[in-house]
Structure formats: structure tokens, C-alpha cells
């Protein structure tokens, strides 16, 4: 069995910079910041209700502080690109079937 390794996400500037493609706004609604993190809308709520953002509701539109779903992006990067190493040396060692 020989795993692969995703390729980075296109939008990324480097671990500490992130390109913004919404950068005016302090703030992201639901739809925008599932964007950025490459995931859906519903994925998204599911993480506001249990806790991991916080958002506030505005005339039925929700919003997520940019400084806070940036700071997690960079926290998925970061652990992609470990699993991604992980992976490498487990190949390197040849702890995969092929």
C-alpha cells in the first residue's frame, strides 16, 4: 500500500502568510470562510456549534472573525505538512506495502 501526498492548497502564500482572497472585511460570513478552509458550509456550522468558532449573527447572516479563521487555516497547513512528512519517512523506511 503506498500512500500519496495531497498537494499544498493553490491560495497559500507560506506557513505565516496566508493570502487573503476576501481581505477587506474584518469579519468572513459562513460561505466565505468555508471557502477558505476548503470545506463545506454545513461542516462549517457543525464546528460553530460545538464550539471551535465563534460567530455572530447579523440580519440572518453569520460572521467569523478573519483573524480567527485564518489562525485555523494555518493550524491545518501546519498539520498537513507534518502528516505529509510523516508519511515521507514512513516511506523512506519502508513501513508501506506496496
Known sequence: MTATIAPSRPFLATDRQVADPFPVS???TVSEAAEILDMSVECLND????GVFKCRQE???RFILRSTVLEFHRIQVRREA???ELVRISQEMGLYDD
Open 59 to 61: 440580519d440572518g447572516e
Open 26 to 28: 474584518p469579519e468572513y
Open 47 to 50: 464546528l460553530i456549534r460545538i
Open 82 to 84: 507534518a502528516l505529509n
